[in-house]
C-alpha cells in the first residue's frame, strides 16, 4: 500500500518561495513518476509539475520558470521547489503517484499574501 506524506507548506508573502517534499513508502518510488498537483478553494485539482521515472520533467504554463521538481530516489522523495511566488498560487499542494491506481498524499497548504 503506498503512502505519500507531504510537508512543508506555510504562509509567504508574494515574491517568496517554499520548497514542499513529498516522503513516499510502500511502493518501489524509483521506477515510478510523480506529480504535483494543487487545488484551490472553489476550483478542479490541477496538474502542477510531474517527474517521470527517468527525471523528466513538465509543468502547467502558470508555474514555468518558477516552480522545479526533483526526486531524490535514495530518499523515496519528491520536491516542489517555489520561487516568485503569487497569491494566485494559494492552494492546498498535493503530490500524487499512479500505481494500480492513483495515490494522494493528505496535501499541505500553501497561502501567499498579497
Known amino acids: 500500500q503506498a503512502q505519500l506524506v507531504e510537508s512543508g507548506g506555510g504562509l509567504v508573502q508574494a515574491g517568496g518561495s517554499l520548497r514542499l517534499s513529498c516522503a513516499a513508502s510502500?511502493?518501489?518510488?524509483?521506477?515510478?513518476?510523480m506529480g504535483w498537483y494543487r487545488q484551490a478553494p472553489g476550483k478542479q485539482r490541477e496538474l502542477v509539475a510531474h517527474?517521470?521515472?527517468?527525471?523528466?520533467?513538465n509543468y502547467a504554463d502558470s508555474v514555468k520558470g518558477r516552480f522545479t521538481i526533483s526526486r531524490d530516489n535514495a530518499k523515496n522523495t519528491v520536491y516542489l521547489q517555489m520561487n516568485s511566488l503569487k497569491p494566485e498560487d494559494t492552494a492546498v499542494y498535493y503530490c500524487a503517484t499512479e500505481l494500480l491506481r492513483v495515490y494522494w498524499g493528505q496535501g499541505t497548504q500553501v497561502t501567499v499574501s498579497s
Open positions: 517527474i517521470t521515472s527517468g527525471g523528466r520533467t
Open positions: 510502500g511502493y518501489i518510488f524509483s521506477i515510478n513518476a
